[in-house]
C-alpha cells in the first residue's frame, strides 16, 4: 500500500499569498495517477487536480499542481478568502487507492 | 448534469444491518467504477474501494474487506454499502464518488451514526 504524507499539517496565511503543500509517496506513483481535493466544513470534498497536473473542470487556474514519482505539489498562487480549506491528495494509480492525512489551511 | 444523491442519514444500534444508497444520474453508469470513502468525526478520508456496476467487480482496501460489502443495480442505476453488524466504531460520514479521472463528481454524504 502506497503511503502518502502531506505536509505541512497546518499552513497559516494572508489572503494575497502564495500557499504551497506538498504530498511524498511512499512508493512511485504510477503514470502520475496523483490528484488533490478540497473540503470545506460540512462539505463533500471537490476536485481540483488530476494526474498530478490537470485542473478538473470549473477550477480556477491559481491552482496548479506538479510532480512525478513520489515528490507532488499543490499551489495556490494567490489565495482568495475562499481557499481557506483542507486539502487532501489522492493516489490512484495502484490498488489499494490511498489519500494522504490532509493539509489545513487557515487564514493568518 | 452528472449527479450523485446518496440517502438520507441514519441512527442504527450495535449489530444491526444498514444499507445505504447512491443514486447516479447523467452519466454512463454500468461503465464507470463508483468508489466509497470513509471520514470518521473530525478526520481525514479513508478510500474503503470500488465497484464497476457494469460486472459488479469490487475492490476493497485491506481495512475493509470483510466488514462492508458494495453492490449495484444497473437498472436503477444505484450503488450501495452495506453492513451486516454494525459497531459504533463505523460512525462516519460516508461519500460515494465516481471513478473519472480520479473522484471527479462525489454525493453529498450520508451520515451513520451507531449508538446503544
Known amino acids: 500500500e502506497i503511503v502518502l504524507t502531506q505536509s505541512p499539517g497546518t499552513l497559516s496565511l494572508s489572503p494575497g499569498e502564495r500557499a504551497t503543500l506538498s504530498c511524498r509517496a511512499s512508493q512511485s506513483v504510477s503514470s502520475r495517477y496523483l490528484a488533490w481535493y478540497q473540503q470545506k466544513p460540512g462539505q463533500a470534498p471537490r476536485l481540483l487536480i488530476y494526474g498530478a497536473s490537470s485542473r478538473a473542470t470549473g477550477i480556477p487556474d491559481r491552482f496548479s499542481g506538479s510532480g512525478s514519482g513520489t515528490d507532488f505539489t499543490l499551489t495556490i498562487s494567490r489565495l482568495e478568502p475562499e481557499d481557506f480549506a483542507v486539502y487532501y491528495c489522492q493516489q490512484y494509480g495502484s490498488s489499494p487507492q490511498t489519500f494522504g492525512q490532509g493539509t489545513k489551511l487557515e487564514i493568518k | 448534469e452528472v449527479q450523485l444523491v446518496q440517502s438520507g442519514a441514519e441512527m442504527k444500534k450495535p449489530g444491526e444491518s444498514l444499507k445505504i444508497s447512491c443514486k447516479a444520474s447523467g452519466y454512463n453508469f454500468a461503465n464507470s467504477w463508483i468508489g466509497w470513502v470513509r471520514q470518521m468525526p473530525g478526520k481525514g478520508l479513508e478510500w474503503m474501494g470500488i465497484?464497476?456496476?457494469?460486472?459488479?467487480?469490487?475492490r476493497y482496501s485491506p481495512s475493509f474487506q470483510g466488514q462492508v460489502a458494495f453492490s449495484a443495480d444497473k437498472s436503477i442505476t444505484t450503488a450501495y454499502l452495506q453492513w451486516s453488524s454494525l459497531k459504533a466504531s463505523d460512525t462516519a460520514m460516508y461519500y460515494c464518488?465516481?471513478?473519472?479521472?480520479?473522484?471527479?463528481?462525489w454525493g453529498q454524504g450520508t451520515m451513520v451514526t451507531v449508538s446503544s
Open positions: 464518488a465516481r471513478m473519472y479521472s480520479a473522484f471527479h463528481i
Open positions: 465497484i464497476y456496476p457494469a460486472d459488479s467487480d469490487t
